[in-house]
């Protein structure tokens, strides 16, 4: 269905009309949606899938995506969930999972799945050591500055003295390219 001349177009039609209501998501999760919705009124309409492009509506679909992702936010914002607190600049952690992007990048040989699970895998455990002091299963785990998140920090301080230069997107840009890789949109 993905590759027909039908499917292409309701994509991008959905795209420009969720656009104009100045939401934006990724062609992914429109792809996604458009395939269920038509492969669902096929299936109840008992009809083959080309004629189910019939009763396929951009508008109808971009008005049901963006009424789905503002009750999201406004559940979300309720609840108060949202965007997560970012921890002060020249933070030495944050530091660290900055630093360790362009050496992921060319160890991987740009795999970018795998850059992606690394950084989130050492934001959760430096999420989890800043909060170690209520973990009882985190006892002794730490080494000599046990739980004591200041004697980290420090640590990490000193093993990385100029923390601050990955704070700025230019340095960072420039590890980047430097791996070899640089990020562009298409």
């Not at 792809?31 to 492009?53: F, H, P």
């Not at 209520?134 to 003295?161: K, Y």
């Amino acid at each position: 269905m993905r590759k027909t001349k039908a499917f292409k177009e309701a994509v991008a039609e959905t795209l420009a009309e969720l656009a104009r209501r100045g939401v934006t998501l990724a062609p992914a999760t429109v792809e996604d949606t458009i395939e269920k919705q038509v492969t669902t009124v096929a299936e109840r309409l008992g009809v083959q899938v080309r004629s189910a492009w019939r009763y396929f509506d951009a508008s109808a679909t971009a008005d049901r995506l963006a009424q789905s992702v503002a009750s999201y936010e406004e559940s979300s914002g309720e609840k108060g969930v949202g965007q997560a607190p970012m921890p002060p600049i020249d933070n030495p952690e944050l530091a660290l999972v900055l630093a360790g992007v362009p050496d992921s990048l060319a160890q991987t040989g740009g795999d970018l799945y795998a850059v992606i699970v690394n950084v989130a895998v050492n934001a959760w455990m430096a999420g989890h050591i800043h909060g170690e002091d209520g973990c009882t299963g985190c006892d002794g785990s730490r080494g000599d500055v046990g739980h004591d998140w200041e004697a980290r920090m420090r640590m990490i301080g000193e093993l990385q003295p100029n923390i601050s230069k990955w704070f700025d997107r230019d340095v960072w840009t420039a590890a980047v390219n430097d791996a070899g890789y640089t990020v562009t949109r298409r």
